[in-house]
């Protein structure tokens, strides 16, 4: 089974994307974010989409960015093809990385996993 991630910068696309690697799952980051190609995102062929996102306000806790909220408007243009076809969209501001992990890894009905992640 493989796993995309795409979102918003600063989301914790690249930390869940680690995370789910360390468990043995096929997973890859997308940056979606950064191309005008509507569907990026489909390059890797994904059996599940998950797209992650973020207010600037949690971005800027987590990350120091020289940009604001105009940029993450053009994100959130960019990602909204696969927005319209994500299986599980995760808004990450009151998540833990643990949190994100665990929720996609219920989705994907790995709960070995889960359990081992606890």
Do not use: F
């Amino acid at each position: 089974m493989r796993v995309v991630v795409a979102g918003v910068c600063v989301s914790g696309k690249t930390t869940l994307v680690k995370e789910l690697q360390k468990l043995g799952i096929d997973a890859y980051n997308v940056a979606q974010e950064h191309s005008t190609i509507r569907n990026l995102w489909n390059s890797k062929k994904p059996d599940i989409l998950v797209v992650l996102d973020a207010k600037l306000v949690t971005i800027r806790q987590r990350r120091i960015v020289p940009w604001g909220q105009e940029r993450l408007v053009v994100q959130h243009e960019r990602l909204v093809d696969a927005c319209e076809h994500a299986d599980l969209y995760l808004q990450t501001d009151d998540l833990s990385k643990e949190d994100v992990v665990r929720k996609v890894l219920e989705y994907i009905g790995r709960n070995k996993h889960v359990q081992d992640y606890d």
